[in-house]
């Protein structure tokens, strides 16, 4: 069935990239994305990226996906404080899940002054 | 243009009552899809409306079931609480139906249920 793997946690130290990795399953997913949830708040969609592309820059976010090992990453340029947050990565689902979206566990970002 | 919108933000419930969540899309999109949040098992699917209909379920048991009226307001309802019932409930609206290529999900802050 379909799976998203994540580590669980990261430290870094501010002004430093951080870079969130994330492994699934479905060769099929068409669209990946990175949400990040502060404490007490909902989803907060950052990115996403089509399965045909292989890396995608938007300001401080830099994704990379390699389709052949299903890998995919979120790096983030100069990590200030204000991004520390737990930050989830999620594919498609498709066949009986039809379209709803398969997060994994979060990795959850701490960033240290 | 307001974002998702769900209420309440909390509630307390004790073991065998009833709880009906609310959320009010943004504005224009007719899908409305649900999840629960755990610390054990993470964020999982329950179920997905569109146009009055539920298209997509995800496994959960019967307890759990929803509805969506003519205005893509969706409301969750779960009945004969458990414990295991505690949870963030979170409510995610997008103009198409989610398996539909592009259809982006935007989430609300949730509700976050207390069972007792």
């Known amino acids: 069935g379909e799976d998203v793997e994540q580590s669980l946690f990261l430290s870094v130290r501010e002004g430093d990239s951080s870079v969130i990795n994330c492994t699934y399953t479905?060769?099929?997913?068409?669209?990946l994305y990175w949400y990040k949830q502060e404490p007490g708040a909902g989803l907060q969609l950052l990115t996403y990226?089509?399965?045909?592309?292989d890396m995608k820059q938007d300001q401080r976010l830099t994704v990379l996906l390699n389709k052949k090992d299903k890998h995919l990453s979120l790096r983030i340029a100069d990590t200030q404080t204000g991004d520390s947050a737990i930050y989830f990565c999620?594919?498609?689902?498709?066949?009986?899940?039809?379209?709803?979206?398969?997060f994994g566990k979060g990795t959850k970002l701490s960033v240290k002054p | 243009k307001a974002g998702v919108t769900q209420t309440p933000r909390y509630l307390i419930k004790t073991r065998g009552q009833q709880v009906t969540l609310s959320c009010s899309p943004i504005?224009?999109?007719?899908?409305v899809s649900w999840y629960q949040q755990t610390p054990g098992q993470g964020l999982q699917f329950l179920f997905e409306?569109?146009?009055?209909?539920?298209?997509n379920k995800g496994n959960f048991p019967g307890r759990f079931s929803g509805r969506q009226f003519s205005n893509s307001r969706s409301e969750m309802n779960v009945s004969t609480l458990e414990l295991g019932d505690s949870a963030l409930y979170l409510c995610?609206?997008?103009?198409?139906?989610?398996?539909?290529?592009?259809?982006?999900?935007?989430f609300g802050a949730g509700t976050r249920l207390s069972v007792l």
């Open positions: 995610a609206s997008s103009t198409g139906l989610a398996g539909e290529a592009k259809n982006i999900q935007y």
């Open positions: 479905d060769s099929s997913s068409t669209y």
């Open positions: 990226i089509f399965s045909n592309m």
């Open positions: 999620a594919e498609r689902g498709y066949g009986g899940s039809q379209g709803n979206l398969i």
């Open positions: 504005s224009g999109h007719r899908s």
């Open positions: 409306y569109f146009s009055e209909t539920q298209r």
